[in-house]
C-alpha cells in the first residue's frame, strides 16, 4: 500500500509563489509517476501536473503552463509544484497522485493512490 503526504499550501497575494510537496512511501512497481489535481468548490476534480519517474517527463494543463514547475527526487519518492505568478483562479484543494498506471497522465483513474489535499487560497 502506497501512503501519500503532501505539505506547503497555505493563503498568498495575488502574484505570490507557493511550493507543495509530496511524499509518497512504499512505491509500487507499477508506478511509472506522480501528479498534481486540484479541486475548487463545486467543480470537479481537475489534473494540473504529472511526472514520470524514469525520464522526468513532464506534462502540465494549460492554464498552469509557464508559472507552475513540477520536479521530483526519485531518492526520496518525493514530488514538488512550484508555483509562481498565481492567481484567484489558483484557489483550490490540491491533492497529490501516486501510482500512476503509466497512461492517461490527465485522468484521475489512472492513479491508484492519493493524499489529503492541502488548501491553497490565493486572494488580497
Known amino acids: 500500500q502506497v501512503q501519500v503526504s503532501e505539505s506547503g499550501g497555505g493563503l498568498v497575494q495575488p502574484g505570490g509563489s507557493l511550493r507543495l510537496s509530496c511524499a509518497a512511501s512504499?512505491?509500487?512497481?507499477?508506478?511509472?509517476?506522480m501528479g498534481w489535481f486540484r479541486q475548487a468548490p463545486g467543480k470537479e476534480r481537475d489534473f494540473v501536473a504529472g511526472i514520470r519517474w524514469g525520464n522526468g517527463r513532464t506534462y502540465y494543463a494549460d492554464s498552469v503552463k509557464g508559472r507552475f514547475t513540477i520536479s521530483r527526487d526519485n531518492g526520496k519518492n518525493t514530488v514538488y509544484l512550484q508555483m509562481n505568478s498565481l492567481k484567484p483562479d489558483d484557489t483550490a484543494v490540491y491533492y497529490c497522485?501516486?501510482?500512476?498506471?503509466?497512461?492517461?497522465?490527465?485522468?484521475?483513474?489512472?492513479?491508484?493512490?492519493w493524499g489529503q489535499g492541502t488548501q491553497v487560497t490565493v486572494s488580497s
Open positions: 512504499g512505491r509500487t512497481f507499477s508506478s511509472y509517476g
Open positions: 497522485a501516486a501510482d500512476w498506471r503509466g497512461y492517461g497522465v490527465t485522468s484521475p483513474e489512472s492513479y491508484g493512490n
